[in-house]
């Protein structure tokens, strides 16, 4: 009988045990605006490096480097008109990863035609292609900033990733 009462009173005090505390709520981090600046420097270096690295691989590229980072590089060049903002320019193009994956062309026949500054071409063709003459071809290696930014196209260029754009201008009106 004493062993059952001992039983019962150890029960008993274990089932007066109080629960376990609750845990602290977790604090969301603080992201400053230093922390960011600092994180989109660094971004910028890396991708920096990696487009002077496809540079160094076609040494028969002569980029002119602009003052915002697009790398401009004329393959034909001619003495025709010259784009200008408003003008509607029809191009053929096409659009790779620094990996040469394929992500955009235009469809053989075919011709893409946009505004010029007026319109929502990426704005690092739109730098590029005010550089250019009707009948020219040129080479556009676009950083991410001048191209598709922080989320990519959300499809086929990915996030933070830069561009190359061969572009020819066939005509402007």
């Not at 933070?160 to 201008?169: A, F, G, K, Q, R």
Request: negative net charge.
């Amino acid at each position: 009988m004493k062993t059952v009462c001992f039983l019962i009173g150890v029960m008993i005090l274990l089932a007066c045990e109080s629960a376990p505390p609750a845990p602290a709520p977790k604090k969301d981090p603080q992201w400053t605006k230093e922390q960011s600046s600092e994180m989109n420097k660094e971004l910028t270096v890396e991708e920096d490096i990696d487009i002077r690295l496809y540079v160094e691989q076609h040494v028969e590229y002569k980029a002119q480097i602009t003052g915002s980072g697009l790398r401009y590089i004329p393959l034909v060049t001619t003495k025709g008109q010259q784009a200008k903002p408003g003008d509607d320019a029809h191009v053929d193009y096409s659009v790779t990863l620094l990996d040469g994956t394929q992500c955009y062309k235009t469809p053989s026949d075919e011709v893409d035609i946009f505004r010029v500054d007026k319109s929502n071409i990426e704005t690092g063709i739109q730098e590029g292609i005010k550089r250019m003459r009707v009948g020219e071809k040129s080479v556009l290696i676009i950083p991410s900033h001048l191209a598709h930014g922080l989320i990519g196209d959300m499809d086929k260029i990915p996030p933070l990733t830069p561009i190359v754009v061969e572009i020819e201008l066939l005509e402007l009106k």
